[in-house]
């Protein structure tokens, strides 16, 4: 092991566990798929099953040892692989739900809560093979229970796929005429990362060793109580707090992640210190920036309060850890945050404010219900604004986005588990219909062109 903790820090260790809803969010290996490819689509499928189930026989087993002696919650255990895209284009059949059905039997053989990478890279254009999957994606994601899905559409280098955006358009709105669920499980990314371990957006990159461990940590509980400690203390105080805490979460992160990988016999990739909720009270981003002084999140100031939070734990979690990677910072998803519903509720968070706080935060819109009535061209508009956030900014952004069926303004969308509940938001009613049928690519910005 790299390092040592001394007394001290296993007891605050054992507090933030014990008290703080700290926790390693998920362990997930990703798993490189190329090999699989094969003209017959079945015979793609077992082989792609068949990897599966012998590379991550021992996954779970190991994550629940390391549970239990070094008494770490691990909640997730998950996969991601190759885009399905990739794997897939040599298949003669256009039926790439025969491959999601695969992908999640060897998901519930070895034990995983999720399996990430039913997804296609189409930032600059889309090929036959990018046309299939996305075309699959609402029955594969309604007819499986584990398979995740995500397509990049938007690049800084290569601009934004407005083809592709208009595409995701409609299948998320066909999706969601199929259930609520599979929305839930698909994200539309700009500047998406090889390495992320979070789902619904995780898949295993083409840059990636044949194998690799990534690590995702979280600890909103912990940072929130760190901070009330510092209540109407200067921000260079309220700065040097959530570093030192976001230290101490990334630690605990690398530790599990390397004891993972030499177990495994697997690579340790990187360790993604994102601060994800849960609908747990004590578990939520919207109660940390409420201790910074805001009466509610959406009120003024709320963009300002969390691009330091970000900041903030990206510098922490750095010098803990040599390889960190993914999204690292800070999720705002809607329904799996109760801080966030309680705002959305109230009239204080609303989509336009939730699309400002995504220009410094690590994701984007996320988990956000809608009217079931809003439009596929409406949908593909607010894609598009949210990717021209990540375009232009350098960074990733990402679109959750589910209309429910049969719900309007103000009613209230189950999801269950980890998914949570949430208000559906008001959207914005001016159509963009004639901007998105435009068609063809934004180009990148002038920034772009660095060589």
Known sequence: MSYLMNSSEILQTIRMIDQQHLDVRTVTMGINLLDCADRDIRCCGEKIYDKLCKTAERLVPVCCDIEQEFGIPIVNKRISVTPISLVAASCASADYEILAGFMDRAAKAVGVNFIGGFSALCQKGLTESDLRLIRSIPRALTDTELV??????????????????????????????????????????????????????????????????????????????????????????????????????????????????????????????????????????????????????????TTAALALLNDAVKKGG?????????????????????????????????????????????????????????????????????????????????????????????EVAEFGGLLGSGPVMKVNPWSCEDFIARGGRIPAPVHSFKN
Do not use: W
Request: net charge negative.
């Open 318 to 410: 750095i010098m803990a850890s040599s390889y960190v990677g993914g999204l690292s910072g800070a999720f705002i998803p809607v329904s799996e945050d109760h801080g966030m519903i309680s705002a959305a509720q109230c009239g204080a968070l609303t989509i336009e404010k939730l699309e400002a706080m995504t220009c410094v935060c690590s994701v984007g819109l996320d988990m956000i219900a809608i009217p079931g009535k809003t439009p596929a061209s409406t949908i593909s508009g607010i894609i598009a604004d949210e990717m021209a956030i990540g375009m232009i900014n350098q960074k990733t952004t990402a679109v959750r986005i589910i209309p429910v069926e049969g719900k309007d303004v103000g």
């Open 148 to 301: 995740c899905a995500s397509v990049n559409v938007g690049s800084t280098k290569a601009g934004i796929n407005m083809d592709a955006v208009k595409q995701m358009g409609l299948v998320i709105r066909e999706t969601a005429e199929l259930g609520p669920i599979g929305c839930a499980k698909l994200v539309v990314f700009c500047n998406a990362p090889d390495d992320n371990p979070f789902m619904a957006g995780a898949f295993h990159g083409v840059t990636e060793t044949d194998n690799v461990i990534n690590v995702g940590v979280s600890g909103p509980g912990v940072i929130n109580h760190a901070i009330q400690g510092v209540k109407g203390r200067p921000f260079g105080e309220l700065c040097d707090t959530i570093k030192k805490t976001a230290f101490k979460v990334t630690r605990l992160g690398q530790l599990v992640a390397q004891e993972a990988s030499r177990r495994l016999g697997i690579p340790y990739g990187i360790v993604d210190l994102s601060l994800a909720p849960t609908p747990a009270v004590g578990d939520s981003i919207a109660e940390i920036l409420e201790s910074m002084g805001l009466d509610k999140v959406g009120a003024p100031g």
